[in-house]
């Protein structure tokens, strides 16, 4: 079955970096879109970022425009996070999500288990 694998998260200051990384495993990457969900304490979990199979199409929330970027790499099963510019509400748990049809629509088929973004201020 399929699995995601986050990592990549941590503690960083407002205005810094990271690059979160979800390795796929248990399918053909190639045939899934890949995106990025968030969750925040005592708030539900929403759409970040996603990509669809071929890394043609790309979409963001609003909030995240311009700071974030998602991509992937067919050839090592990996969909990415790069996050530039960080603020202090972009504090969550950050997911993985696939989605078997090949684009972004609705909710994701499989989810990994999270990483902590923490940034400070």
């Known amino acids: 079955q399929v699995q995601l694998l986050e990592s990549g998260g941590g503690l960083v200051q407002a205005g810094g970096s990271l690059r979160l990384s979800c390795v796929f495993s248990?399918?053909?990457?190639?045939?899934?879109?890949m995106g990025w969900f968030r969750q925040a304490p005592g708030k539900g979990r929403y759409f970040v970022a996603g990509i669809n199979w071929s890394g043609a199409t790309t979409h963001y929330t609003n909030s995240v425009e311009g700071r974030f970027n998602v991509s992937r790499d067919n050839a090592r099963s990996t969909a990415y996070l790069q996050m530039t510019s960080l603020k202090p509400e972009d504090t969550a748990v950050y997911y993985c999500?696939?989605?078997?049809?090949?684009?972004?629509?609705?909710?994701?088929?499989?989810w990994g288990q999270g990483t902590q973004v923490t940034v400070s201020s």
């Open positions: 248990g399918g053909r990457f190639g045939d899934y879109a």
């Open positions: 999500g696939a989605w078997s049809g090949g684009t972004v629509v609705a909710g994701p088929d499989h």
